[in-house]
């Protein structure tokens, strides 16, 4: 296995090559297309498939007339893609590495949950040891990795050859042809079939939690992946559960933007709309990721 710091290091040096690249095409070749999906009548290609060398499941987003069509993971990337990805490659995430998170923090670990329910930075926190102050939530290759930067992710996506969406790719998805606040309608009501929000499961759990959304979700922190009804396109967890890194418009390698809302967000916090912006080596408890692929369509 490669010697961890220099695989950390070649990794990390494709971050700016991995943002400059982002609209270049990938052939189709990786992939192995689920016949059960069926195609796209548009355009022939795959409704579903997975990426051979990540072993993440995509779907398709049909383009548009402004728009490529792509490929995004139908959910979160979880503990078990992770953990391949660093049994293949020794990488060590900025968590496990001290990577500066900002002046205050420049030493190994996250922000992560604390028993009322706010954040404090610990130095156990990462994606193997996830939430280390509460002592209470099992690590299981079903949830999604926690505890990831911006960077991380883009190591990640970088090795295999994907790439990050754009927040307007991961909008087109999450809204699948939807013109409402939410991916169910206009209310929030309906919110605990559809996605794990800050609701009346986790004001349980966490004091702090005091303007919880008004329905019960059965989670009081995050959910493995899949766990609630899928929208209207095949994804999961588009919205709530972890916020998820995203590029900006210009896919430039410096602005990264969480959209979606996490288990910590209100009902405001996962309109389709929302959008927030953290340091590219910042980690938390509550964000994740899901990769992209850009498509080569015949003719182009």
Not at 75 to 94: H, I, M, N
Not at 100 to 122: I, K, L, M, S, Y
Not at 143 to 172: I, K, M, N
């Amino acid at each position: 296995m490669p010697h961890p710091r220099l695989v950390a290091s070649a990794l990390l040096s494709l971050l700016g090559a991995g943002c400059a690249t982002l609209a270049q095409p990938i052939s189709l070749e990786g992939l192995e297309p689920d016949p059960a999906a069926g195609v796209d009548a548009r355009s022939g290609l795959p409704k579903r498939a997975t990426h051979r060398r990540s072993g993440v499941v995509l779907r398709l987003v049909p383009g548009e007339a402004t728009a490529n069509a792509l490929y995004l993971a139908e959910t979160e990337l979880t503990v078990g893609s992770w953990r391949r990805f660093v049994a293949e490659t020794g990488y060590r995430s900025d968590a496990e590495w001290g990577v500066t998170d900002d002046p205050a923090h420049a030493a190994v670990g996250a922000f992560t949950a604390t028993p009322a329910g706010g954040r404090e930075w610990h130095e156990q926190a990462n994606w193997s040891r996830i939430f280390p102050l509460l002592g209470t939530e099992e690590l299981r290759d079903d949830l999604p990795v926690l505890y990831l930067s911006a960077a991380d992710a883009v190591a990640f996506t970088a090795y295999f050859g994907l790439r990050l969406p754009s927040a307007a790719e991961w909008e087109r998805a999450a809204r699948a042809g939807a013109t409402t606040r939410f991916p169910w309608g206009d209310e929030g009501g309906d919110a605990c079939r559809r996605a794990n929000l800050q609701d009346r499961a986790g004001a349980r759990r966490f004091p702090e939690f005091n303007v919880p959304v008004p329905c019960d979700d059965g989670f009081a922190a995050v959910a493995p992946v899949a766990s609630f009804a899928p929208n209207a396109a095949g994804f999961f967890d588009l919205v709530g559960n972890v916020e998820e890194w995203c590029v900006d418009a210009d896919h430039t390698p410096s602005h990264y933007e969480l959209v979606g809302g996490s288990w910590v967000a209100d009902a405001d916090g996962a309109t389709f709309a929302q959008r927030a912006s953290l340091h590219q080596h910042a980690r938390r408890d509550f964000i994740g990721f899901r990769p992209a692929l850009a498509i080569e369509l015949p003719g182009r």
